[in-house]
Each structure stands twice: as C-alpha cells, then as structure tokens.
C-alpha cells in the first residue's frame, strides 16, 4: 500500500512563508514526477508545479518567482518552498506521485493566507 502524506500548511500573513513536505511511503521502488497541486473554494484543482525524478522542473505562472520545489529521491519526498505568500494562494495543496506507473494523491493541506 503506497500512500503520501502532507505536511506544512497553516495560517500566514501576506508576505509570509511555508514550507510544504510530501513523504510517499509504502512498498515503493520507482517514484517518477511528483507534483504539487492545490484547489481553492469553488475553484477546479490547478497544478502549481512538478518535478521529474531526473529534476526537471515545470511551474505555473502562479508560482514562478515565488515557489521553489524540490525533492530528495532518497527519502521519496517532495517540498514546495512557498515565499511572499498572497491571499489568492490560499487552498487545499495536495501532492501527486506517480509511483510504480500509478498515480496516487494525498490528503491535503491547508493553506491559509491572511491580507
């Protein structure tokens, strides 16, 4: 059983920082992209950014400039380093692996930020 499981969401000021982490756990023994998405209140779910298992590295035009991501293969995690953080990044953030060829999301996080 493969799961991934987020961490690091919660309450910001405007102008603030979080640190998003996604640990995926299980029997694994390929992890290719991981990715993070997020969904705000009546909106659809929109990628943020992605990161193949060789670094290649792809952001949405929300992010660029602002996001970071990266990840450690070694531990089979994935973090979104997210700087001067806006209003409208609030959402649910959630990351997506595709391991062994499936696909597998986590739970969510919730991000929050306050004006």
């Known amino acids: 059983q493969v799961q991934l499981v987020e961490s690091g969401g919660g309450l910001v000021q405007a102008g603030g920082s979080l640190r998003l982490s996604c640990a995926a756990s299980g029997s694994i023994f390929s992890v290719n992209d991981m990715d993070w998405y997020r969904q705000a209140p009546g909106k659809q779910r929109e990628l943020v950014a992605a990161?193949?298992?060789?670094?290649?590295?792809h952001y949405a035009d929300s992010g660029k400039g602002r996001f970071t991501i990266s990840r450690d293969n070694a531990k089979n995690t994935v973090y979104l380093q997210m700087n001067s953080l806006k209003p409208e990044d609030t959402a649910v953030y959630y990351c997506?692996?595709?391991?062994?060829?499936?696909?597998?999301w986590g739970q969510g996080t919730q991000v929050t930020v306050a004006s």
């Open positions: 990161i193949s298992r060789e670094g290649k590295i």
């Open positions: 997506r692996g595709v391991i062994q060829n499936r696909e597998y």
